[in-house]
Nanobody, 126 residues
Framework: QVQLVESGGGLVQAGDSLRLSCAASGTSLEYYTIGWFRQAPGNEREGISCITNEPGSTDYSHSVQGRFTITRDNAKNTVYLQINSLNLDDTAVYYC???????????????????WGQGTQVTVSS
């Protein structure tokens, strides 16, 4: 079973950039599709992005497309989420999640992913 640990969150100013990491242990990430999600206080968990194992197809929600980039480094057993031009609406706990790779495409739908990390807080100040 895969265990996931997110890192890279913190307190940043609007306009800054961050790179979040999702490190896996217990198994190789190369067999998994990885998704990134976020949850702001009082809101439901929102799917942001996902990446398949091979050929590394990606998908993004409309709310983040163009500012967020998901990548993976299977040699490091890690998936990254680059966030640029942070704004106040990006304040949330960010989670990564894994699902055994089944198709050549993915969608960041929370209910599809059975394995979750504990999350990392991102707080954007003005």
């Amino acid at each position: 079973q895969v265990q996931l640990v997110e890192s890279g969150g913190g307190l940043v100013q609007a306009g800054d950039s961050l790179r979040l990491s999702c490190a896996a242990s217990g198994t190789s990430l190369e067999y998994y599709t990885i998704g990134w999600f976020r949850q702001a206080p009082g809101n439901e968990r929102e799917g942001i992005s996902c990446i398949t194992n091979e050929p590394g197809s990606t998908d993004y929600s409309h709310s983040v497309q163009g500012r967020f980039t998901i990548t993976r480094d299977n040699a490091k057993n890690t998936v990254y989420l680059q966030i640029n031009s942070l704004n106040l609406d990006d304040t949330a706990v960010y989670y990564c999640a894994a699902d055994r790779a089944r198709t050549l495409s993915c969608a960041p739908v929370p209910g599809v992913y059975p394995y979750w990390g504990q999350g990392t807080q991102v707080t954007v100040s003005s």
